[in-house]
């Protein structure tokens, strides 16, 4: 190659790479008394139409104004989030649903009595709500946050914040400011770091534009309490589906997508506790076989019946609580492992295990082996 187009292309390749890498203010924050002064400056860049990934008490999430369109943009791309992906809309301030949707039904209500808190409503849009967040759908999803932070940061802006996991897109959720860092520094403006945080799996997603209601997506708000609050309200197939479901018309585009996976091949066994230690054993063994490193997600009552090259566990599996905040974490320390393979003890589906177990089949993108 002639030395001048060469260097021409180096150069041209340099200025993108400036071009999209950002400078990334990580602030500490404290999560029961936010510094006005942090807050403030973190709003600042959200009216710009900037990114500033922030704690809730699900994971953390990565907000932008969610009624500015190049905003939004930015967070797919920050992200590589598929573009009919739509994004959950924060909010502080129960009113602000009556901007965000003209046609907000009876049963909403007793639902946002449960606000602040991780469940997300989806109900119809109005035109102040931009295609770019609702993915082009003619719904939103809404939902108002039980955190400090998150509410400081959404009244300062005086803006409702559209913001998805602050993963990248087919990663575990963060639930620490390490984990954002450790995905999107670089490619966004500010993280706001409160520590760990509280429930650790998303939010419940419910769908009030449907008859019954129906469940989307299970998550920190655990479906015997809807079904205690709304009496009539259904789970969608693919929430409790074993196997891949053909989804060609989802009704939340996010169940067609590759989600929450490690980077090792993840396998899920299920069944009674038993008969998943022995046949969780007889993989690992398999697999030890033909030379890969292989590690058990385990729990307390268990860990101990494995010998495997790494042990890790959730908590006790009397505790649902425990297990779903440490599920995204502990899949990213087996990334850091560098095992191949990660075995994991399926839980019963009751409570927040109906979310963890969501994650598990999905991350192991339905490689699930019933033991018996
Ligand atoms: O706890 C949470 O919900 C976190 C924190 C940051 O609030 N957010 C979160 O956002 O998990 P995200 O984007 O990772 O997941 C949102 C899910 C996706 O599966 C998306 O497809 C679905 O909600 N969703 C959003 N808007 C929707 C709509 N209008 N109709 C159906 N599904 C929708
Ligand atoms: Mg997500």
């Not at 139409?49 to 953390?60: H, I, N, R």
């Not at 939010?203 to 469940?215: A, M």
């Not at 908590?315 to 492992?337: I, V």
Request: glycine content about 6%; some cysteine; proline content about 7%.
């Amino acid at each position: 190659m002639i030395p001048s187009i060469k260097l021409n292309i180096q150069i041209r390749k340099c200025l993108i790479e400036e071009h999209s890498m950002k400078q990334t203010a990580i602030l500490k924050v404290n999560g029961e008394k936010p510094e006005k002064d942090k807050i403030r400056a973190a709003a600042r860049i959200i009216r710009k139409g900037g990114l500033v990934a922030f704690p809730t008490e699900t994971v953390y999430g990565l907000g932008a104004d969610a009624l500015n369109p190049e905003a939004v943009r930015r967070i797919y791309a920050a992200k590589n989030r598929p573009p009919d992906n739509p994004i959950i809309v924060h909010i502080s301030n129960k009113k602000d649903v009556y901007r965000l949707s003209n046609e907000v039904p009876r049963n909403a209500d007793k639902l946002m009595n449960l606000w602040p808190g991780p469940l997300t409503l989806i109900l119809k849009a109005s035109s102040i709500v931009p295609k770019e967040t609702t993915g082009g759908l003619d719904t939103v999803a809404i939902r108002m946050p039980n955190h400090k932070v998150a509410l400081a940061l959404i009244q300062e802006s005086a803006v409702p914040i559209a913001a998805p996991s602050a993963n990248l897109a087919g990663r575990p959720s963060p639930t620490t400011a390490e984990h954002v860092r450790q995905d999107l520094e670089g490619r966004i403006d500010m993280i706001l770091d409160a520590g760990p945080t509280e429930i650790g799996v998303e939010s419940t997603v419910v769908d009030l534009t449907s008859k019954p209601p129906q469940v989307l997506r299970p998550g920190g708000l655990p479906f015997e309490e809807l079904r205690r609050i709304l009496k009539d309200v259904k789970l969608h197939p693919s929430v409790i589906a074993d196997k891949k479901l053909r989804l060609d018309r989802a009704p939340s585009p996010g169940m067609k997508h590759r989600h929450y996976s490690p980077k090792a091949q993840l396998i899920l066994v299920e069944g009674d506790v038993e008969a998943l230690i022995d046949k969780i054993q007889e993989l690992v063994d398999r697999y030890n076989e033909k030379g890969k490193r292989v590690g058990v997600l385990a729990t307390d009552e268990t860990r101990r019946s494995y010998r495997a090259d790494v042990i890790k566990s959730l908590g006790s599996r009397d505790s649902p609580t425990c297990l779903a905040k440490n599920l995204f974490k502990l899949l990213r320390e087996f990334d850091e492992e560098k095992v191949d393979v990660i075995i994991a003890e399926g839980v019963p589906l009751k409570h927040l295990g109906l979310a963890i177990m969501n994650r598990l089949r999905k991350a192991s993108g339905f490689n699930i082996v019933k033991a018996s």
